[in-house]
């Protein structure tokens, strides 16, 4: 079965600070990955996803994230941090083939501070 | 494009009654919906996949009898809440997931808060 593991709950940077959001996951095969936001009472946003192809994946809101097969790691980064990043990151997990189903971390919490 | 709706986006209910929220696919075709159910401070948990046409696949541990999914169009999917108690009380996603090329993905709605009293 697919699992995903967000290992920080909840991470707190200065604005302006570069970002990084770990995320591991547990998989037969490579799946597919992605990054979604949410903001408090809202419903989600993809920040980005990575299905073949280029390991580094550009996403919207100046965020990015680096797949790395042997690590089995697909964490999320961003060079300076705006208070607007201010939200709960889930990274997921799907199964390319079938009906996708997609299974979601934790989720990590993050605090911009001025 | 690839806007999924959900309404009501909250709703307040007595123990005992019965509550339907729906999940519309609003400029592509959603072959397949998912169902989704979120505690506070937890993550998503996949409740059910739905084909057009097709009963719903429940995940393990959820009612179905409790929580009755219908996907009868190729833009709508409903979720039902029967005999609604304070337990059920959580934020619902659906998603919606085309049949090909960029709608090959999971679109969320912006969920449905529901509190039973």
């Known amino acids: 079965a697919q699992s995903v593991t967000q290992p920080d709950i909840h991470i707190t940077v200065s604005e302006g600070a570069s970002l990084e959001l770990r995320c591991n996951y547990s998989y037969g095969a490579t799946p597919y990955l992605f990054w979604y936001v949410q903001s408090p009472g809202q419903g989600l946003q993809l920040l980005l996803k990575y299905f073949s192809g280029d390991t580094l994946v550009q996403g919207i809101k100046g965020f990015e994230a680096e797949f790395k097969r042997s690590q089995s790691s697909f964490n999320l980064r961003k060079p300076s941090v705006h208070w607007s990043d201010a939200a709960e990151y889930f990274c997921a997990v799907a199964d390319p083939g079938g009906y996708q189903k997609v299974t979601f971390g934790i989720g990590t919490k993050l605090q911009v501070i001025p | 494009g690839a806007v999924v709706s959900q309404h009501p986006s909250w709703v307040i209910c007595k123990s005992g009654t019965s509550v339907k929220i729906e999940c519309r696919s609003l400029d592509f075709q959603a072959t397949t919906m998912f169902w989704y159910r979120q505690f506070p401070k937890q993550s998503l948990m996949l409740m059910a996949t739905s084909n057009e046409g097709s009963k719903a696949t429940y995940e393990q541990g959820v009612e179905k009898d409790k929580f009755l999914i219908n996907h009868a169009s190729l833009t709508l999917s409903t979720l039902t809440v029967t005999s609604a108690h304070p337990e059920d009380s959580s934020f619902y996603i659906c998603?919606?997931?085309?049949?090909?090329?960029?709608?090959?993905?999971?679109?969320f709605g912006p969920g449905t808060r529901l509190t039973v009293l």
């Open positions: 998603s919606a997931r085309g049949s090909g090329g960029v709608y090959n993905e999971q679109f």
